[in-house]
C-alpha cells in the first residue's frame, strides 16, 4: 500500500513539471519582451532594465526556468505586479470562500447525483429514467453563468429568499454563510449533478449485463439488492473517476460562479489578475489549482484500491 | 448466449433497441440546431437591423415589434445581436473541434502505435489536462491577447488532449487485435496498418467525441467572453452580449436570458446528438437496455 | 432400469422460445425430461438453443431480446413459465440452480467468494451469520477446496479456474436443488481440471440425488457422463436416447455426422514424410519484464520466463503439434517464431537465415516466407475489407500487381474449398469455419515455407473443425508447407500431427511421433495429459465403446 502510494506520488511528478513548464513558457509566450509586459507601456527603458535584472531574463531559458521553479519550490510565489503584496498572501486570503463552497459543492453534488443515477439504472429505458437522464443533459449544457443568473432571477429578485451577491464566511456568521451560499452552490453543483448522474447510471447498467450479475439472479438475488450490492460496488471506480476529472469543472465553474456571485474567492483572483495582467499572480494561481487537481486525482487513485480488489499495485 | 450471435447478420445492432428511446428528443435537438445554424447561415442576410448601429434614444428598450428582444445600454437590436452571435459563437465551435479532432488525431494514432513516443507524449498531455481548461483558456488570452485565432489556440489546448487519449486508447486496444497482427505478419507497412487497420476504428467514439467537443467549445467561447477576456467587445458573440448585459441585469434580464437562453439550446441540442451517436455508433453501450 | 422410475425433476414441453426482434424461434418445440439423480446431455454445435433452453429452465432469458411464445417448464412440480418474478425468485437454487461456462466472469470480483457463496443463505432467508458461515464451509469442504477457512476470504482473481469453478458449485448445490443446469461448465479449463470437476460433480450428483441437464458441445464428455443424450441442432431436436442408443447406434444422419466428427485418439497410418529442415530453433526464450513507462524505474522487476530455452525442428511437408495446456509457452513459443513478440534470447533459422535478432525493417522481406492462422476467425479477419483485398493485401506488399494478386486471390479462395464469387463479400458474411478458410487463403497467398496454426480450430464446432484439418492437412501435403500447429486438443494433434512436442510451463517435455507420443508417452505429465482427455472409453469413428480404457 506504502509502496503504491509512494510509485503514484513519483509519477504526478512529471506531470507537475509538464504544468510548471506550461505556466513558465505562458509568460514567454506572449508577444514581445516579458520585462515589457510586466512594466507596461508607459515604463522607461531603465524600468526595463531593472526588471531584466530582478527577473534574471537576460539568462538563457533553461537557466530562466530552474532559477523560476526553485523560488516557486521554495514557496517564494513572489510579488504581485500591481498591489505589490506577496502573491502567497494574496491567494491565502481568498482560499476560504472558494474551499467552502467546493466542499459544499461536492457534498450536495455526491447526495444528489449517485441516488439519481442508480435511480435511472434501476428504471432503465422507463419514463422516470428517460426523465431523470434529461435533466442531467439540461443540467450539463445550461452554462454556469445563465444557471447563475436564472437562480438569482427567480429566487433572489422574484421570491427574495437569498441576496442577489455577497458572501460571508461561515465562520463570522454562520446563518449569513448559508443564506449567502446557497444559490452559488446550487449554481456549481448543476455540471457535477449531470456529470456524476450519468455515469453512475452508464456503470450500473454496464455492471447489469455482467455474467456475475447473472449468476446473482441465478442464485435468486432480489433486483434491489443486485442493483445496490452487485451493480453499484464495481462501478465505483468510473464513478469516483469521474468525480476526480469533474474536479477541473468544478475548478472552471468556480471562476465563473465567483464572478456571477461577486464572491470575494481564488476564481475572481484569477479573473481579477488576467484582465490586470498580474503575471506572478497568475503564474502562482494555475500552478495552485494544478496542483489541486492533481492531488485530488491522486486521492482518486488511492480510493480505487479501496473499492476493488483487484487493483494492488 | 451464442446462439443469438450466430442467428443474427453482422453487429449492426439494429435499430430496434434505441429508437424508441429519445428519438423523438434528438429528432427535436437536430431540428432546434437546424434553425440556429440556418439563422446564423442566412439570419443576417435577412434581418434590416444593424448588431453594431449605436442608437442612444432607444436604452434599455423593453422587448416589442420593433426590438423583438429589446435594446441594450447602447440601444443595439438585442435580436441582432443574438442572431449574429449564432453566427460567431457557431463559427469557433466547429472550428475548434475540427482543429482538436485533426491534431489529436495525429498525435494520438502516433503515441498509440510508436511506444517510445507514448510516454512522452502522453506526460505532456496529462500536464496539459492537469490544468483546469477555464483557468488555462483565460490565462492564454490574457496573455497573448484576444482575437479568433487566440480564442481558438485558447480552446484547442485543452481540449486536444482528450482526442488524443481516446485516440491513443483504441489504437493500444487494438495493437492486440489478431487482425492486425496479421498485417504485421503480413508484411504490411505500418503507416498501411494505421491507416487501414486502425485509423478507421477511431472514427465512432471520434464523431461522437467531436459532437461533445463542439459543445464544449461554444460554452468555453461564452465563459472567455462573459469573463471579458474573450473576443473584442464589439465582435457580437454570445458571450459578448451577455457579458454586456450584466450591469443592468436586475432591470432587464433579458439582456442576459435571450442569449443565454439560445447558447443553452445550442449547447443542449448539441449534447443531445452526441448522445444519440454514441447510442447509435456504440453498441457496447446501445445494448445496455 | 428395473427398480421404479424415479421423479421427474425438469419436464419441458413443446417450448418454443423465439427472438423477440424478427419472432424466428431460437428453440422450437422442445419437449424433454429429467428425472432425479439422472443427468441428461444436450449435445449441440453453436446455434442449436441448447444454452436458451438452460436460460429459459432458469427465468434467465433476456426479456429484451427472447421471449418463450409456447410450452411448458415444470421443475419439481412447480410452473416456471406461470411463476411470478418472485415465486421464480425463490425457486433459483433452491429448487433449480445453473453453472455457467466461464468461472472467471461468473462471480463478482469485489467481493471475497465466502460472502458471495453466503448470500445464497441470506437472500432464502436461512440461518444467522455464524451458521450461514459454517454452512458454507462444509459446502466447500464437500467440494475439496483445500483450506476453506481461507478460500473463504479470498476473492475470486486470487483463485485459479478450476477453484472458481468449484466455488460456483458449492453456490449452485448448497441449497440441495433437485436440478443442476450445468452450461458448458469445463469448457473454459483445461484438461486435467475439467476432469477434476466433472468427477465433483458427479460425486455431489450421487450424495443429493440431483437431476443434472449438462449442455456440453463435447461428445468425449458426453460419453463419460451422460445417462441420455438429447442431440439439438438449429433449434430443434434431432434426437434422444440412451446413452448407448444416441452414440452407437445414431438414427439420424445430423447425429452420426456429429459423433464420426470427433476425432480420435489413436493417429492414423501415416507413411513418415518430412523432406528438408526448413525451420530451426535453438535456444528460444522469453521472459516479460515488469517494467512499464516512467513508473517503472520504481518498479523493475525480475522477468517472469514465459518461454524456457526451447529447441525445435519443422520440416517441409510435416505437420508439427505444439500440445500444451494454458500457460504451457506453447502460444508464447507460436508468437517468437513468428517474431509478433521478440524472444528474449535464441536463434531461429529459416531455411538457414537466422531471423531472432533482424531489426523490423530487416525483416520484412522473410515475413512472406512466415505465416499464421489465429484462433478467432471473428478477430483475425479486418471487418471492414472485403475478402479480395483482404487476401490480396500480402502480394500487394510485395509488389504484386493489383490484378495478379485478385487473380490468384480467386484461386487461393477456391483451393480453400469456397467460390470465386465471394471476392467482393465482407467477412460477416461468412460463418466462423469459412472466416477460418479465408484465414488460410490470406496465409497462402504469401507461398510461405512456414505456416504457424494457433489454435486454428478451436474456436469451432466439430464437423467443421474436421474439415478444416482436412484442409491444412491437404495443403501441407501438396505444397510442402511445414506447419507448426498449436493445440490443447490432444484429439485434434492426433488426427492431424505427424510429430507431437508436449509443453508444460514454459518447457517441451517429450517430442516425437504422434504415434509414439500417444501410445507410448515416456513423460508421467504426457501420461497423464492422456488420462484425462475425455471420451477415452469410446470410439467414436466406429460408433462403438473402446473396451481397453475405463471410464470416468
Known amino acids: 500500500m506504502l509502496g503504491y502510494l509512494a510509485r503514484r506520488v513519483a509519477m504526478t511528478l512529471p506531470v507537475m513539471g509538464v504544468v510548471a513548464l506550461i505556466v513558465f513558457a505562458l509568460l514567454h509566450l506572449a508577444p514581445g519582451d516579458p520585462a515589457s509586459i510586466m512594466a507596461g507601456d508607459a515604463a522607461s527603458p531603465a524600468e526595463l532594465a531593472e526588471i531584466r535584472a530582478r527577473l534574471g531574463l537576460d539568462a538563457p531559458l533553461a537557466v530562466q526556468f530552474v532559477t523560476w521553479l526553485g523560488q516557486i519550490l521554495q514557496g517564494n510565489l513572489g510579488l504581485s505586479l500591481h498591489s505589490h503584496k506577496p502573491v502567497a498572501e494574496m491567494i491565502g486570503s481568498r482560499l476560504g470562500p472558494t474551499l467552502s463552497l467546493a466542499v459544499a459543492t461536492v457534498t450536495v453534488s455526491l447526495l444528489v447525483a449517485i441516488p439519481m443515477g442508480v435511480y435511472a439504472a434501476w428504471r432503465r429505458g422507463r419514463l422516470s429514467d428517460r426523465l431523470v437522464m434529461a435533466v442531467a443533459v439540461l443540467g450539463f449544457s445550461t452554462p454556469v453563468f445563465v444557471v447563475g443568473y436564472g437562480l438569482i432571477y427567480l429566487l433572489s429578485l422574484k421570491a427574495g429568499w437569498f441576496p442577489v451577491q455577497g458572501f460571508t464566511a461561515l465562520t463570522i456568521d454562520p446563518i449569513r454563510f448559508l443564506r449567502t451560499a446557497t444559490l452559488p452552490t446550487l449554481t456549481l453543483s448543476t455540471v457535477y449533478i449531470a456529470l456524476v448522474a450519468r455515469i453512475t447510471r452508464s456503470s450500473v447498467l454496464e455492471v447489469l449485463g455482467e455474467d456475475f450479475v447473472r449468476t446473482a439472479r441465478a442464485k435468486g438475488v432480489p433486483e434491489a439488492r443486485i442493483v445496490l450490492r452487485h451493480a453499484l460496488r464495481n462501478a465505483a471506480v468510473p464513478i469516483v473517476t469521474v468525480v476526480g476529472s469533474g474536479a477541473a469543472f468544478l475548478i472552471g465553474g468556480v471562476v465563473v460562479t465567483e464572478s456571477v456571485f461577486n464572491i470575494p474567492g481564488l476564481g475572481r483572483l484569477v479573473v481579477e489578475s488576467v484582465l490586470a495582467r498580474d503575471y506572478p499572480l497568475i503564474q502562482s494561481l494555475i500552478l495552485l489549482l494544478s496542483l489541486v487537481y492533481i492531488l485530488i486525482n491522486l486521492a482518486v487513485d488511492v480510493l480505487y484500491t479501496v473499492f476493488d480488489p483487484r487493483i494492488r499495485y | ?89 457557431l463559427l469557433v465551435g466547429l472550428a475548434s473541434a475540427a482543429l482538436s479532432l485533426v491534431l489529436g488525431t495525429l498525435i494520438g494514432l502516433l503515441a498509440g502505435y510508436f511506444r517510445l513516443l507514448d510516454g512522452v507524449v502522453m506526460r505532456v498531455m496529462d500536464g496539459i489536462m492537469a490544468i483546469p481548461s477555464i483557468v488555462l483558456a483565460v490565462a492564454l488570452v490574457a496573455v497573448t491577447g484576444a482575437n479568433l ?110 442569449p443565454g437562453l439560445f447558447l443553452a439550446l445550442t449547447v443542449l441540442s448539441i449534447n443531445l446528438i452526441g448522445d444519440a451517436l454514441r447510442d447509435a455508433l456504440d453498441p457496447k453501450l446501445a445494448t445496455r437496455r | 432400469m428395473t427398480a421404479p422410475a424415479p421423479a421427474e425433476v425438469l419436464r419441458i414441453e413443446g417450448l418454443t422460445v423465439s427472438l423477440k426482434a424478427t419472432g424466428q424461434p431460437t428453440v422450437a418445440d422442445l419437449s424433454l425430461a429429467v428425472r432425479a439423480g439422472e443427468t441428461l446431455c444436450v449435445v449441440g454445435e453453436s446455434g442449436s438453443g441448447k444454452s436458451v433452453t438452460s436460460l429459459a429452465v432458469m427465468g434467465l432469458l433476456d426479456p429484451a431480446a427472447l421471449a418463450v411464445t409456447a410450452g411448458r417448464i415444470t421443475v419439481d412440480g412447480e410452473d416456471v413459465l406461470a411463476a411470478s418474478p418472485e415465486q421464480l425468485r425463490r425457486m433459483r437454487a433452491t429448487r433449480m440452480s445453473m453453472v455457467f461456462q466461464e468461472p472467471m466472469t461468473a462471480l463478482n470480483p469485489v467481493e471475497t467468494v465466502g460472502a458471495q457463496v453466503e448470500e445464497v443463505l441470506k437472500v432464502h432467508g436461512i440461518g444467522d451469520a455464524a451458521a450461514r458461515r459454517r454452512q458454507v464451509l462444509e459446502m466447500f469442504a464437500s ?30 448445490l448448497i441449497l440441495r436443488p433437485k436440478l443442476l443446469i450445468a452450461d458448458e461448465p469445463t469448457t473454459a479449463l483445461d484438461v486435467t481440471t475439467q476432469r477434476q470437476i466433472l468427477l465433483l460433480i458427479r460425486e455431489l450428483q450421487e450424495r443429493f440425488g440431483t437431476a443434472v441437464l449438462f449442455i456440453t458441445h463435447d461428445f468425449g464428455v458426453v460419453s463419460e457422463i451422460a445417462d441420455r443424450i438429447v442431440v439439438m441442432n438449429r433449434g430443434r431436436m434431432v434426437e434422444i436416447g440412451s446413452r448407448d442408443d444416441v452414440l452407437a447406434r445414431p438414427s439420424q444422419s445430423y447425429t452420426r455426422m456429429l459423433v464420426a466428427s470427433v476425432p480420435s485418439l489413436v493417429p492414423p497410418e501415416r507413411a513418415p514424410g518430412g523432406g528438408s529442415e526448413v525451420l530451426t530453433v535453438a535456444g528460444l526464450a522469453k521472459s516479460y519484464g515488469q517494467t512499464r513507462g516512467l513508473g517503472g524505474i520504481l518498479r523493475r522487476k525480475a522477468g517472469v520466463a514465459a518461454l524456457h530455452p526451447t529447441d525445435m525442428r519443422l520440416a517441409r511437408g510435416e505437420i508439427l503439434g505444439i500440445v500444451g495446456e494454458s500457460g504451457s509457452g506453447k502460444t508464447t513459443l507460436a508468437r517468437c517464431i513468428m517474431r509478433l513478440v521478440p524472444p528474449s534470447s535464441g536463434s531461429i533459422r529459416l531455411d538457414g537465415t537466422e531471423i531472432a535478432g533482424l531489426s523490423n525493417a530487416a525483416l520484412r522481406p522473410h515475413r512472406r516466407r512466415l505465416q499464421i492462422v489465429f484462433q478467432d476467425p471473428f478477430r483475425s479477419l479486418n471487418a471492414r475489407m472485403r475478402v479480395r483485398d483482404l487476401i490480396a493485401e500480402g502480394p500487394l506488399n510485395f509488389g504484386v500487381s493489383r490484378e495478379a494478386a485478385y487473380a490468384r486471390a480467386g484461386e487461393l479462395l477456391e483451393r480453400v474449398g469456397l467460390s470465386r464469387e465471394m471476392l467482393g463479400r465482407f467477412p460477416h458474411q461468412f460463418s466462423g469455419g469459412q472466416r477460418q478458410r479465408i484465414a488460410i487463403a490470406r496465409a497462402l497467398a504469401l507461398e510461405p515455407d512456414v505456416l504457424v496454426a494457433d489454435e486454428s480450430v478451436s474456436a469451432l464446432d466439430v464437423s467443421v473443425q474436421s474439415q478444416v484439418l482436412a484442409l491444412l492437412r491437404g495443403i501441407c501435403d501438396e505444397s510442402g508447407v511445414g506447419i507448426l500447429f498449436i493445440t490443447h486438443d490432444l484429439r485434434v494433434a492426433a488426427q492431424i500431427c505427424d510429430r507431437i512436442a508436449v509443453m508444460r510451463r514454459g518447457e517441451v517435455v517429450e517430442t516425437g511421433t504422434a504415434a509414439a507420443v500417444l501410445a507410448a508417452p515416456t513423460h508421467p505429465y504426457t501420461r497423464e495429459l492422456i488420462a484425462a482427455a475425455p471420451g477415452r472409453g469410446w470410439n467414436f469413428a466406429e460408433f462403438r465403446a473402446e473396451p481397453q480404457a475405463a471410464a470416468l
Open chain 2, 1 to 89: 448466449m451464442s446462439a443469438l450471435t450466430t442467428t443474427g447478420s453482422p453487429p449492426h445492432h439494429g435499430g430496434r433497441r434505441f429508437l424508441p428511446r429519445g428519438h423523438g428528443l434528438s429528432a427535436c435537438a437536430a431540428l432546434v440546431l437546424l434553425v440556429i445554424g440556418l439563422s446564423a447561415l442566412i439570419g443576417p442576410l435577412v434581418i434590416a437591423a444593424d448588431p453594431l448601429h449605436i442608437d442612444p434614444v432607444n436604452r434599455l428598450k423593453l422587448p416589442s415589434a420593433a426590438f423583438w428582444f429589446g435594446t441594450d445600454a447602447m440601444g443595439r437590436d438585442v435580436f441582432a445581436r443574438v442572431v449574429y452571435g449564432a453566427r460567431t459563437s
Open chain 3, 143 to 172: 467440494v475439496h477446496l483445500p483450506n476453506p477457512e481461507r478460500i473463504h476470504a479470498s476473492y475470486p482473481h486470487q483463485l485459479s479456474g478450476g477453484q472458481r469453478q468449484r466455488i460456483v458449485i458449492s453456490m449452485a
Open chain 2, 149 to 258: 485565432g487566440t480564442v481558438l489556440l485558447a480552446i484547442v489546448l485543452p481540449d486536444f488532449p482528450r482526442v488524443v487519449r481516446l485516440v491513443r486508447g483504441v489504437i493500444l486496444g487494438l495493437r492486440q487485435e489478431a487482425y492486425v497482427e496479421a498485417a504485421i505478419s503480413l508484411a504490411t507497412p505500418t503507416w498501411r496498418i494505421l491507416l487501414r487497420h486502425m485509423l478507421p476504428n477511431t472514427l465512432a467514439p471520434l464523431i461522437v467525441q467531436g459532437s461533445f467537443l463542439v459543445a464544449s467549445a461554444v460554452l468555453t467561447e461564452a465563459v472567455l467572453s462573459f469573463l471579458g477576456v474573450g473576443l473584442p467587445p464589439e465582435v457580437p458573440s454570445w458571450g459578448n452580449v451577455i457579458a454586456e448585459g450584466r450591469t443592468y441585469f436586475q432591470i432587464r434580464p433579458g439582456l442576459i436570458f435571450f
